[in-house]
């Protein structure tokens, strides 16, 4: 790593090592410093179990937010917690010791949430690794939602490698027995999980769109990259990550539209698909040891330039704080369609733009080599309006200026994040599009990690501060010529000495329950029973059913449900009205859940139809 900056060197070793001053006074080094400061602490303040604004969540557990209501984010979310952990696996790396506990409290918390059944599944068939969120208490939500959403697993087992890899490198005996006997079977779930799913289809990181993800197809990727090179120091078998993550790189490539990445694709929607999303791959899959890749979207590479730019753009005329801005760094959000709370911008996406480019500095400096081409020269003549396709080196003229100017740029992008940060330093998910005000969830989590890993690539990128590891992106040697869709089938296992309850993750069998019920237009089928799993005969518990293959000639309601094997439950069907009343079956049925080895395919289906009054539609 060369010393770009020598001043801003000088001044990170005085803010280091001692107040929050640096040679610039309070300049844009020393707020950065402070609000860091402020956002770790937020960050800490959302773990259980002593968080301070996390009271009842479980040891290890992060909340997404402390807000219970407007909205309620008081829950786990496995990617808002796997992205924040691995902030804080880095600054452990970095030096901050006393982050430890915090790493073996969520190991703990994870091997415990693996073994919870929940409405994407259970341990036993993997599925159940794809929830999006639990509550605080380590206990299933029942409640609708877009589910599964399949990067969690891979960010948890990234955040989780991180740890692992330093434990093995420490050469100590304890660690290296807590590597292989405690992170690893809960890491190996993860991978195992994400090389049987990844080419199915998932919710995004948005919760909304249900297709590909971009953001989910790269974590997942990277996941499995890592996760080989770990599992085969430990002597595991790794053939399945081997063999699937050339068909999720080769897939990767089909999110580029030539101009940008497209978030998401597979989907049904109209959208435009420059989104933020993209924006965090960088980030989430940034390898500073490698150079400025096309294929791995690395944040110095043609594509992601070119897409930072076409993204940024998309918001200038949207919000009104940005003064329909031409040039320079303006506030970011999701993506420029989104209405959720009015849709604003985000100090986390915000905030993405500069890591992305402060990461980008890190590879032009690491590989002493700078190229601009056609895809990338929009964003080079945006930020310094001489620039020219070529090649730059450490010894020509340009290259400073072209590294300043993208430095500049991505300062103005902080500098907008926290201009619109309240004096107190809280971080909230979104500011106002009209006047910067905080809106939606307050202390978002994920708002506050995002402060931290942009500081973190800022130092990084202008002083010999450590780098994040790298995840061996040199290793790939290149993108399969035909693309495979493929799945390797898992096995998954509680890991019991990282915490998982002993006894959990028995074997399962997919339960498809059948029922024929006319219905009008508002009325839906719901599926309520006297287990854990059916919701406890709770009718705010009860499965939604679907009604996708209903037709005039059957009238089919149906969902699956992952059911303990020989368990015998009751259960009984429901109509909600549009009014907001249940109609409840008249009969309690029961049935017995063959055993496993009885079941082919892993499904059996039950075939009913409804009993009892039905409702009468609003005239
Ligand atoms: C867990 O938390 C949820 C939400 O607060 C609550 O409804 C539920 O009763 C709790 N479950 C247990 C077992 O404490
Ligand atoms: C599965 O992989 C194939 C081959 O890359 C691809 O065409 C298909 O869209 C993928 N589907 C999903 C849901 O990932
Ligand atoms: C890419 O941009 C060019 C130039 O603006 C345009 O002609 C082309 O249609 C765009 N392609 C896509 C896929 O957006
Ligand atoms: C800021 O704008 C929001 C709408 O985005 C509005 O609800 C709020 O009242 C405004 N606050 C101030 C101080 O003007
Ligand atoms: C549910 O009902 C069945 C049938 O009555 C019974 O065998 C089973 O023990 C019940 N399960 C629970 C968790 O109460
Ligand atoms: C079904 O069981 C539930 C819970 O025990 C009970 O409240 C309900 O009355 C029963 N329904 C019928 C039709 O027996
Ligand atoms: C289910 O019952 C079968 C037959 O009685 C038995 O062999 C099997 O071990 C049981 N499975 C579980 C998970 O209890
Ligand atoms: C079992 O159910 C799952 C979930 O609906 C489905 O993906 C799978 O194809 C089914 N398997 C068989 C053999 O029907
Ligand atoms: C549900 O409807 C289908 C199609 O009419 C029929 O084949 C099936 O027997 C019905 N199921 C029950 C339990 O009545
Ligand atoms: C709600 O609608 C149902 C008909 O679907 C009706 O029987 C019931 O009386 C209504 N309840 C209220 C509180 O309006």
Not at 29 to 39: M, R
Not at 90 to 95: A, K, S, V
Request: with cysteine.
């Amino acid at each position: 790593m060369i010393l770009r900056y020598f001043i801003a060197a000088l001044a990170t070793i005085l803010v280091d090592g001692t107040a929050a001053r640096s040679l610039y006074g309070w300049g844009l080094e020393s707020k950065i410093e402070v609000q860091n400061k402020i956002s770790l602490q937020g960050v800490l303040n959302n773990i259980g179990p002593d968080g301070s604004l996390a009271p009842g969540a479980h040891a290890g557990i992060i909340i997404a937010s402390p807000s219970t209501e407007d909205p309620n984010y008081f829950y786990t979310w496995t990617r808002d917690a796997g992205l924040t952990m691995k902030m804080i696996v880095d600054e452990f790396l970095h030096g901050k010791h006393d982050l430890r506990p915090y790493i073996q409290d969520y190991l703990k918390a994870q091997a415990i949430l693996q073994t919870v059944s929940n409405p994407s599944g259970a341990l036993s068939s993997g599925r159940g690794l794809g929830e999006p969120k639990f509550y605080a208490n380590e206990t299933r939500f029942n409640g609708d939602w877009g589910r599964p959403q399949r990067d969690g697993p891979a960010l948890r087992a990234t955040a989780l490698i991180t740890y692992a890899r330093w434990l093995i490198n420490s050469r100590n005996r304890d660690n290296i027995q807590e590597a292989v006997e405690k992170v690893w079977p809960v890491v190996q779930n993860d991978l195992n999980y994400v090389a049987q799913y990844w080419n199915d289809t998932t919710f995004d990181l948005w919760e909304e769109v249900l297709g590909s993800s971009f953001f989910t197809s790269a974590v997942q990727h990277r996941a499995l990259v890592e996760g080989s090179a770990l599992g085969k120091k430990l002597g595991a078998d790794t053939e399945a990550y081997d063999s699937e993550a050339p068909n999720i790189l080769c897939f990767l490539q089909t999110y580029w539209n030539g101009n940008y990445t497209v978030a998401n694709v597979g989907i049904e929607q109209q959208r435009t698909g420059i989104d933020s999303n993209t924006i965090l791959t960088s980030i989430a899959t940034f390898d500073p040891e490698e150079g400025c890749d096309d294929a791995l979207f690395q944040p110095c590479s043609h594509r992601s330039l070119a897409n930072l730019k076409v993204y940024v753009d998309s918001f200038r005329t949207v919000y009104t704080i940005n003064k329909k801005a031409k040039t320079g760094p303006v506030a970011t959000g999701r993506y420029a369609e989104d209405v959720y709370y009015g849709g604003n911008p985000w100090y986390l996406t915000t905030l993405a733009v500069s890591e992305q480019l402060y990461d980008a500095i890190q590879q032009w400096s690491t590989v002493r080599s700078l190229t601009i081409t056609d895809v990338d020269l929009a964003f080079w003549k945006s930020i310094y309006p001489s620039a020219k396709a070529g090649t730059y080196k450490p010894r020509d003229r340009q290259w400073n200026k072209l590294l300043d100017s993208v430095l500049e740029y991505a300062d103005g992008f902080v500098n907008i994040a926290l201009k619109y940060t309240p004096a107190s330093g809280a971080l909230a998910e979104q500011y106002s599009r009209e006047n910067g005000t905080a809106v939606s969830a307050r202390d978002l989590t994920w708002s506050y990690a995002s402060f931290v890993t942009m500081r973190s690539a800022r130092l990084s990128a202008t002083s010999n501060y450590p780098q994040v590891p790298s995840w061996g992106a040199q290793t790939i040697k290149s993108v399969p010529k035909q693309c495979v869709a493929s799945s390797a089938v898992g096995v998954y296992k509680p890991a019991i000495k990282a915490g998982a309850p002993p006894g959990s993750g028995q074997c399962t069998v997919m339960v498809t329950f059948d029922v024929n019920a006319t219905t009008f237009y508002g009325e839906n089928i719901y599926l309520s029973g006297n287990t854990t799993d059916l919701g406890n005969w709770r009718v705010f518990d009860a499965f939604a059913m679907s009604a996708n293959e209903y037709t005039q000639e059957r009238p089919l309601w149906t969902i699956d449900v992952e059911l303990p094997a020989n368990e015998t439950i009751q259960y009984h069907y429901l109509r909600s009205q549009p009014n907001g009343t249940w109609i409840h079956e008249t009969k309690n049925r029961t049935y017995t859940v063959p055993p496993c080895a009885n079941v082919i395919g892993g499904n059996v289906t039950i075939d009913d139809a409804w009993v009892g009054p039905v409702g009468t539609p609003p005239k």
